[in-house]
């Protein structure tokens, strides 16, 4: 597997790359077999089994700041997508919106099925549905090719990457596919070319690729019919408090694994409910291998909150999550559910559902921000290198 759906599992991977973080800025673009030059922990990362917070502390534990620069400048791309979606959510609507009033085309399900015709994608295709992972260089290259050269609705690629990806992100993917097509930088886009693939592939995989290299010879960009400013539309978002000293009910969820590793660690807490959201899981078609490592790192999270809480704790991966909530803070007569706040994405979208049935109910819905999050938020107005730095100088004082 190649990032364990187990918080302990995952810390150890990450100690297993402390030593090659020294490296990461020299050998993490090359694309090799079991991806050893980068960590594999996006799963782990995306999920919250650790937080990004770790695992740069981490690698500032052994390393100075100057030769980790690079890696920990790649886990802070996350936290910038994360962020700057958080500010402009209509992005992750907008994109739903226009993945509704695309066809089913013939073309698209034939890559998907490793059918292009190009054998670089086909490897690709198959290397991303049997792991759910695929090395950051070939998201670049596959996303480039379906934008560029197949002429494919990145939207369609983007919900393909999502539905396979362990890591599936609503933030890093469809704002890394918006990149790529030239959405997210207006005037820039993505290209993929032959040299860079040359240079990066592992002679062993080159090997049985090369027929498949013609198609990067030349590539001619496919600029956007429409690139929009992305206004944005949240600025001061709404942050909750616990307003009781004790009680209530933590409900855990599949955007934040590591409750006990928060600031609720501290509550005492009277009932804990471990949910999936099935529902999602079914409207994005996630394969059996996804819906098995989700199930895993709930069930792992469903440990963890029991042993740290100490109440009844309960898992449930097959209902739907709304229905169960409700049965749940009934059953315990709870009057406020407390979960850490899901990012933009299809668990977030169902809240309103969830926060009218449960007020229906007498029962209020608390959603409590990671203040990790909310501090470097307002960073993310503009472009990366303006978020990097404004970090380093306020927060990060990381430089030796
Ligand atoms: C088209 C496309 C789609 C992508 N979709 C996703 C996605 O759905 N989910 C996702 O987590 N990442 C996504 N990425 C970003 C990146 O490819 C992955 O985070 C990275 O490949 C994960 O592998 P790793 O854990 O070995 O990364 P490492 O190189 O070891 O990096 C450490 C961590 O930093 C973060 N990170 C690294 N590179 C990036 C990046 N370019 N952007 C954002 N965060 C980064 C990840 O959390 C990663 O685990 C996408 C990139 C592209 C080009």
Redesign the pocket.
Known sequence: MI?PSSRAVALTQLDG?IPLAGL?ARD?NHVKPG?PS?????????HRLIT?QE?VGAVLRDHPFGRVQK?IQ?????R??KSWIALRPQVWSDYLESLRGLDDSLVVRSVENAQSGNVVIDYFVRELVTTG????HA??W??AWWVHEARLPWQA??AF??RH?L???????TL??R??AGLQTPGKT?LARRGNLEKYLAPELIASMSNGLAAFENPQSQPPKLVDKSPMTRTDGRVDTLTLSEGGGLWIHEEDLAAENSSLAKHAFSTVLVTADVDSWKNYAFPNSKKDWISAALHDACTRAEQHWQVSTRLETKAAHGEMILQWAKFHKIQQVVTLRPDVGPLNDSLPTLRASLADAGVGLILIDRPEDLQIRPFATGGFFQFWERLQKRFLQLRP
Do not use: K, Q
């Open positions: 990032c790359f990461y993490r991806h980068v960590s594999r922990l996006s799963p782990a990362i995306r990004e695992v890696f790649e886990v802070y791309w996350r910038y997508w992972y695929l090395h950051n998201r670049m596959f996303a690629g983007a990457f999502f990806l890591d599936g992100d609503p933030a890093s993917n890394s596919w990149w790529v993505y």
